[in-house]
């Protein structure tokens, strides 16, 4: 028996490294790549709901992962300029490099919305290549679960019919939940959302929602006293539904407009793990949708 538990103990380590390493740079790669993954893959998130992807620091743990990672799963259009290149170039991983089979960038596989072709961050707008956030789409979640399956079954094409039937599973499972979703949706349509940063677009386009504003006055920089009092003017009486920020933002600017304008300021997880309720891909969409209907009085 003691030499049993030896034998184990020595082969575990070995079993451990037959798994596909994934390193993705927001929690909803993480968890569809353990969708689609399932046991034969390990998969990081090099980000909590809590963080903004924009800005997060290149830390030592986060290269190291990079450097051990078979494949890298990233929003892209520049979400993580300001940190990915630097991991890249340091954990000098040659599998793992944009251009790479081990590299999946999810926006390039989606219509980006809101190209400015406007490549000069300097002036502020952090999305010259189009709006990054496309998770808040789940049609757009489907075509990424697409690519990561073919692009697994090449990495590791001995594991490939057990990547395409998990796909499948996925793709029927998914496509069920996203009828329900936008039937419990249908009264949100029109309504008009005032969000702090340009996260929430695919899910205005997805549902009918309407952008009144946003709370920053340039995408990236915090919102200002002279805009938030312009914000104010409008809509002091009416003009919009529901204010919304993500849980990593700053309270005050949306609990000071709502306070004066009395609209209902409420958060919404911009991926999985963003509030109790988000637990997995399936309770985070149910948990957007859910505090969406509360706060417009139609739950
Ligand atoms: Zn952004």
């Known amino acids: ?55 997060i620091q290149a830390r030592p743990s986060l290269i190291a992962k990079v450097r051990q990672a078979d494949l890298v799963i990233c929003s892209g259009a520049q979400l993580e300029i300001g940190w990915l290149p630097a991991l890249l170039q340091k954990a000098n991983n040659p599998g793992v490099m944009p251009g790479s089979d081990g590299y999946l960038e999810a926006s390039s596989l989606v219509m980006r919305l809101d190209a400015t072709g406007n490549v000069d961050r300097a002036q502020g707008d952090i999305h010259p290549l189009g709006n990054p956030h496309i998770q808040t789409n789940p049609h757009n979640v489907l075509a990424v679960a697409r690519a990561l399956a073919a692009r697994l079954s090449k990495i590791d094409s001995v594991n490939s019919n057990t990547y395409t039937k998990n796909l499948e599973l996925f793709i029927t499972e998914w496509t069920a939940a996203i009828e329900r979703w936008e039937t419990q949706a249908a009264p949100l349509r029109g309504k008009r959302i005032i969000t702090h940063h ?102």
Request: proline share 6%; aromatic share 8%; with cysteine.
């Open 1 to 55: 028996m003691t030499r049993l538990l030896l034998l184990l103990s020595l082969l575990a380590p070995a079993l451990a490294h037959a798994e596909i390493d994934i390193f993705a740079c927001e929690p909803e790669w993480a968890a569809l790549a353990e969708e689609i993954g399932g046991d034969l893959v390990d998969a990081y998130a090099a980000t909590t709901a809590f963080q903004d992807p924009h800005y």
């Open 198 to 299: 340009k996260s929430w677009v695919y899910l205005e386009r997805w549902l009918g929602l309407e952008e009144a504003a946003n709370l920053e006055a340039i995408p990236g920089l915090p919102p200002t006293a002279t805009h938030l009092s312009r914000l104010l003017e409008r809509f002091a009486d009416g003009g919009a539904d529901v204010i919304i920020r993500s849980p990593y933002q700053d309270a005050r600017p949306a609990e000071w407009l709502a306070d004066r304008t009395g609209l209902p300021a409420i958060v919404l997880p911009l991926t999985v793990g963003g509030t109790d309720a988000a637990t997995n891909l399936y309770t985070w969409f149910d948990d957007i949708i859910k505090r969406l209907l509360e706060a417009t009085g139609d739950a």
